[in-house]
Antibody
Framework: EVQLVESGGGLVEPGKSLTLFCAASGSSFGFTFDNYAMHWVRQAPGKGLEWVSGISRNSAKLGYADSVKGRFTISRDNAKNQLYLHMNSLRVEDTALYYC????????????????WGQGIQVTVSS | DIQMTQSPSSLSASIGDRVTITCRASQNIRSYLHWYQQTPGKAPKLLIYAASTLQNGVPSRFIGSESGTDFTLTISSLQREDFATYYCEQTYALPRTFGQGTKVEVK
């Protein structure tokens, strides 16, 4: 079983920056972080799921939702089993629960969905 | 961007009912369509991937099917633990997109 633990969330003013972290670990033999693409998915209060960003297993391919392109940057450190989301120029509409999510495959497209999710970390953008 | 139109947005059903949820893609996504279940306060859980393949540990009452750009999730006999919100997701192209969700409620 894979554990994904998010941190770094909190209350921030509009226009400010925040970085989210996700630590990945596996209790089952054979989990290798750098075999899998990783994503951030968010959920605003009372709303549906929104894919935010994804990164392939070797960081060669990155992707962003139109709503965050140019403001958010995804990255990963395979040596540390860590995923990051650097969020700049935050807006009120970025307020949401942010999930760290593991893909079933190594790429960000043409994959078979996401089989492990963290519990989520709250980001609130308000003055 | 590929739009995923999910319907209905909500439905009321009883234990033992057969329930059907549909997602329509705005263009061809081959079989890169997956279904998730989310219960209140919990992270989503992958139920079906590749349109019709059951994720490990998911009961066989969950059935996925596809016809062109139309995808269907069927719960053959609704159980108490199935009252939840269901989402489809396409992973064919970036940006990846989810359907709007279907809330399955007790009648």
């Amino acid at each position: 079983e894979v554990q994904l633990v998010e941190s770094g969330g909190g209350l921030v003013e509009p226009g400010k920056s925040l970085t989210l972290f996700c630590a990945a670990s596996g209790s089952s033999f054979g989990f290798t972080f750098d075999n899998y693409a990783m994503h951030w998915v968010r959920q605003a209060p009372g709303k549906g799921l929104e894919w935010v960003s994804g990164i392939s297993r070797n960081s060669a391919k990155l992707g962003y939702a139109d709503s965050v392109k140019g403001r958010f940057t995804i990255s990963r450190d395979n040596a540390k089993n860590q995923l990051y989301l650097h969020m700049n120029s935050l807006r009120v509409e970025d307020t949401a629960l942010y999930y760290c999510v593991k893909d079933k495959g190594g790429e960000v497209t043409a994959t078979w969905g996401c089989d492990d999710w963290g519990q989520g970390i709250q980001v609130t953008v308000s003055s | 961007d590929i739009q995923m139109t999910q319907s209905p947005s909500s439905l009321s059903a009883s234990i033992g009912d057969r329930v059907t949820i549909t997602c329509r893609a705005s263009q061809n996504i081959r079989s890169y369509l997956h279904w998730y279940q989310q219960t209140p306060g919990k992270a989503p859980k992958l139920l079906i991937y590749a349109a019709s393949t059951l994720q490990n540990g998911v009961p066989s009452r969950f059935i996925g099917s596809e016809s062109g750009t139309d995808f269907t999730l069927t719960i053959s006999s609704l159980q108490r633990e199935d009252f939840a919100t269901y989402y489809c997701e396409q992973t064919y192209a970036l940006p990846r997109t989810f359907g709007q969700g279907t809330k399955v409620e007790v009648k």
